[in-house]
T-cell receptor, first 116, second 114 residues
Framework: AQSVAQPEDQVNVAEGNPLTVKCTYSVSGNPYLFWYVQYPNRGLQFLLKYITGDNLVKGSYGFEAEFNKSQTSFHLKKPSALVSDSALYFCAVRVILTGGGNKLTFGTGTQLKVEL | DSGVTQTPKHLITATGQRVTLRCSPRSGDLSVYWYQQSLDQGLQFLIQYYNGEERAKGNILERFSAQQFPDLHSELNLSSLELGDSALYFC?????????????FGNGTRLTVT
């Protein structure tokens, strides 16, 4: 089954320091990978996606992600964290279903806390 | 703002009741997805519609049903509600069946069953 795993429930980082939120995937065939962020009482906001091409993907709000096929990873990164980046981050993989439908399967989420 | 509108924002109801959650997708989006988010289950895919037709079904209970109307808005109907149905219900939309299109989520409906 196509899935993603987020091994860390919480990541703490000081403001101004680089941050990494980890994601590994298990996919047969080419993966379609996504990162989303969720602020309290809000919906999920799309940050970036990897479909094909460059392994370093740039997204919204200064975030980027590195696709690594050999390690089956798609880690989210930002060179300099902001307190306002504190939120819940989800990694997701597109799953193509029989009948022509599809869905995003999400990881369990990583709570990012950026402290002054 | 994602462009996806969900109503109502909050819903409090009693066990055994029936409720309807409504979703208006982004302008031009043909696909609508419903997700349930709870602390113990995380984000669970319920169902997908494309241009009025059901395309994929996930972990949707038989007590739950959905439809997408000709104007592309969608409704999720939850009946015979149980305490365990309390959760955040999200609607998302995307442009078509393209697998590289991201889903755009609404702000959700928080359902509390008492």
């Amino acid at each position: 089954a196509q899935s993603v795993a987020q091994p860390e429930d919480q990541v703490n980082v000081a403001e101004g320091n680089p941050l990494t939120v980890k994601c590994t995937y298990s996919v047969s065939g080419n993966p379609y990978l996504f990162w989303y962020v969720q602020y309290p009482n809000r919906g999920l906001q799309f940050l970036l996606k990897y479909i094909t091409g460059d392994n370093l993907v740039k997204g919204s709000y200064g975030f980027e992600a590195e696709f690594n096929k050999s390690q089956t990873s798609f880690h989210l990164k930002k060179p300099s964290a902001l307190v306002s980046d504190s939120a819940l981050y989800f990694c997701a993989v597109r799953v193509i279903l029989t009948g022509g439908g599809n869905k995003l399967t999400f990881g369990t989420g990583t709570q990012l806390k950026v402290e002054l | 703002d994602s462009g996806v509108t969900q109503t109502p924002k909050h819903l409090i109801t009693a066990t055994g009741q029936r409720v309807t959650l409504r979703c208006s997708p982004r302008s031009g989006d043909l696909s609508v997805y419903w997700y349930q988010q709870s602390l113990d289950q995380g984000l669970q895919f319920l169902i997908q519609y494309y241009n009025g037709e059901e395309r994929a079904k996930g972990n949707i209970l038989e007590r739950f049903s959905a439809q997408q109307f000709p104007d592309l808005h969608s409704e999720l109907n939850l009946s015979s509600l149980e305490l365990g149905d309390s959760a955040l219900y999200f609607c998302a939309s995307s442009g078509g069946l393209g697998y590289n299109s991201p889903l755009h989520f609404g702000n959700g409906t928080r359902l509390t069953v008492t």
